[in-house]
């Protein structure tokens, strides 16, 4: 179960959420090992966008407590889901290669389109356009607008207090 929770996280959590979702319905019974799926996966959500931003821009440390408090959060959560399970492994659903070219390219139009919107919402609208934007990507994708937001803010076009705040919005969304 955890196994699955972390490869979910790592490669879609929110295709996680939404298959671990549908497998609940019919059948009670796997309700809360599908919501421990699915609080595992969004776990790794906040580990990854994490990643994300040290890697893009490592100067971006305002980011780092919003998103370690969610961490904490969801953790702990996991945790007590954990206690309460009977941890019986009821296997893992069929998932799909992450590396196969369509989903590289379709992250790469949606990677553009996202900084592309990202970059325009900031120019003429400020950080609140970009928020709307992240709002919006967030339910589909939160590494896009991660990526595209922590780019703006290490070449100074955003301001980090406004950066995590648009980050933080973006996991919300997705996340709801």
Not at 147 to 171: C, F, M, N, Q, Y
Request: charged residues 10%.
């Amino acid at each position: 179960m955890l196994l699955g929770g972390i490869l979910g996280g790592v490669i879609s959590s929110t295709a996680t959420t939404m298959t671990y979702a549908r497998r609940s319905k019919g059948t009670d019974a796997t309700i809360p090992q599908n919501a421990l799926l699915i609080l595992i996966a969004w776990t790794v959500l906040y580990v990854r966008v994490f990643l994300e931003i040290m890697v893009v821009a490592p100067q971006f440390q305002d980011a780092f407590a919003p998103i370690g408090i969610m961490f904490l959060a969801s953790v702990l959560s996991a945790a007590w889901l954990w206690r309460g399970s009977d941890k019986s492994h009821r296997g893992m659903p069929q998932q799909n290669n992450p590396t196969e070219l369509r989903t590289a390219l379709l992250f790469g139009l949606l990677y553009s389109g996202i900084l592309l919107a990202a970059a325009f919402s900031q120019e003429y609208f400020g950080s609140k356009g970009l928020t709307v934007v992240a709002i919006l990507s967030g339910v589909t994708d939160v590494d896009a607008i991660t990526l595209s937001t922590a780019r703006l803010v290490e070449t100074g076009k955003l301001l980090p207090k406004d950066g995590w705040s648009v980050i933080v919005s973006a996991i919300m969304s997705n996340i709801f």
